[in-house]
């Protein structure tokens, strides 16, 4: 395999997972005002699009730095494992303008994405690639 195949497929993965942590970072400045559901619900909804082509399209043999395997093992315990679209559909027509609830959603959001210190090891990884 050539040098240049495996810099291209270090620097996908590394645009993926910024991509994941410009979203990650969005929710986490989100001033919870009425209106904010809809961000959350697109930023979740963007975060999830990036892990799912990361766990389906990245293969982990072809990354340079052993640390993807763990985090690949991680995006798929977050995928199967934290559905929020539903519960932002059944809130949003009732709760939209709830901020308390609002921010109780987007804090479980943050909290799965941190589960398992994923965002953490997101950010470590894209560090070194």
């Not at 919870?32 to 799912?52: A, C, H, Q, S, V």
């Not at 709830?98 to 398992?116: F, G, Q």
């Amino acid at each position: 395999m050539s040098t240049a195949h495996v810099v291209t497929y270090n620097e996908h993965l590394k645009k993926i997972i910024s991509q994941i942590l410009e979203s990650y970072k969005i929710l986490k400045e989100i001033q919870d005002k009425p209106g904010d559901l809809d961000r959350i619900k697109k930023e979740m909804l963007r975060i999830n699009g990036f892990l799912k082509v990361a766990t389906n399209n990245i293969d982990e043999y072809k990354i340079s730095h052993s640390d993807f395997k763990k985090l690949k093992s991680k995006f798929s315990y977050y995928l199967e494992n934290y559905f929020f679209e539903k519960e932002i559909e059944t809130m949003a027509p009732l709760y939209s303008n709830d901020l308390h609830r609002v921010k109780n959603m987007r804090i479980k959001i943050i909290e799965a994405l941190e589960n398992k210190k994923m965002m953490e090891c997101m950010e470590n990884l894209v560090e070194k690639l």
